[in-house]
């Protein structure tokens, strides 16, 4: 089934390259682009257009006994963006859709942007279309509903939400419940397996969480009997700033942050279970944990992680600028090591001796001094420099996940307004029947009529009660 698709995946790509895709590259067209790159720069005379075009565009960069093709850069610090030929795209965006644990087409983009440069959403959008695992939990469109006040927060910890998620009906050993603690701000998520749903254990937990990241200002949670009980109550005890919530009965809309990332953490952890072949929940959402925290959020427009700490997750050499290929190939520190340097000669080489003799700079004595001095461990005022940089860059990460958080509310609240028309005095409204309260031969809605409005749009009306015998109204 896998090859199936993957040859799929291939011939459509290959299709669309024949359409004259630009950021499409054959193996063939790959290699013979390298050939062409090398040509263009070792010509000292008068150059094609297409020649110079090439080297606007384009470098070769050596990776060990490699040649890969990546973006012009303009610095030499600057990461290097690889172009992949078809053939390999497959295993890339494979690689990363497991990654960020079955991911949307956002978090894929904002996961493969990072080091590679032409890999568009047109090829995101038809890997996702062909994966087995993305089509089960596919999500049926629901029917959004009206949008009042949403929920901002400005700094962290000043909201935390809790819930619980049911795997009752796949315990896992002793455990057959998901704890999820989100930071509303930042939407950082801790998850917890718990044995049952009683509120001891569940203190217990929520007490170990404010240890570790700190108690937040309000507590929000449902209106389950596990949240409400006295034991939770207690916890203020330890925090007295701490103020305790709870949502709206069988509203889930009023906490929806946590409710939208538990159905993330559920779609999840069911692909990790069918990528590795395992029913260990308990162990897969330490996994699902970090993939969550470090992909790209829609909400805040950066990760959770980066909101948190300042700075992207890093996962050992895959963090790194190092193709795939290579990483696959090293077998000692000392590999890595001479790979770097290699590297980083690759990079400071000028493309031919003019131009190294333009950007040779003089040696002088006072930068021999300068060399040295690098070469000593950095004082105590560097460090500190470094803290207060790294303070900066979680400040104003935070402060920049604040502001994309209040344009998402701004979004909701007219997308609201103009998906949902106010209703007026006199129109004949359905109001749903919650699941719970409807019986077996009980209609899905309640008809009536709307009798007044106030400044806030919060309607008051007549319920409509029909019977064999006659219609009558009843003031509700």
Known sequence: MSESIELKFREDLLSRYEKCSKYLIPKDAYFQMIEDIHRASERKNTKSRHEYYLLSKYEVLQCGDLEKIIKKRQTLDETPGYYVSIEDTFDIVKRAHVATGHGGRDRMTKELQVKYANIQRETIELFKSLC?????????????????????????????????????????????????YQDHLTKFCVLRSLTSKRAGEVAFQLADI???????????????????????????????????????????????????????????????????????WATGIKFVQFSKNSAYHTGIKRSPYAAMFGENARVGLTSTSLPQEIISCLQSEQDLITMLQQQETDANEPETEAEADVNEPKREPAE???????????????????????????????LAASESQRQQ?????????????????????????????????????ILGVIVSRSMNDQYSGHQKWYSKRNLFQESV
């Open 409 to 445: 509310a701004e979004r909701m609240v007219r997308g609201s307004q103009t998906e949902l028309v106010a209703g007026e005095i006199g129109d004949n409204i359905a109001l749903p029947i919650p699941l719970v309260d409807r019986g077996r031969g009980d209609p899905r809605n």
């Open 368 to 398: 021999a001094e300068m060399n040295k001095s690098e070469q000593e461990p950095e004082p105590l005022s560097q460090h500190q420099t470094n803290l207060d940089q790294l303070h900066n860059s979680i400040s104003s990460q935070r």
């Open 210 to 280: 404010f240890l570790l990241l700190g108690a937040p200002v309000i507590l929000q949670s449902d209106n389950g009997s596990e949240f409400i009980a006295q034991i939770i109550t207690e916890l203020r005890s330890l925090w007295p700033e701490l103020s305790i919530v709870h949502g709206k009965p069988r509203h889930p809309q009023s906490q929806g942050s946590v409710e939208r990332a538990n159905g993330d953490i559920k779609d999840m952890l069911v692909a990790w279970m069918a990528d590795n072949n395992s029913t260990d």
């Open 132 to 180: 087995l695992v993305c089509q089960k939990k596919r999500k049926r469109p629901m029917t959004k509903g009206v949008v009042v006040k949403p929920i901002l927060s400005t700094e962290f910890p000043s909201r935390g939400q809790v819930d619980l998620i049911d795997m009752q009906s796949m315990s896992c050993r002793t455990f057959k419940w998901i704890m999820v």
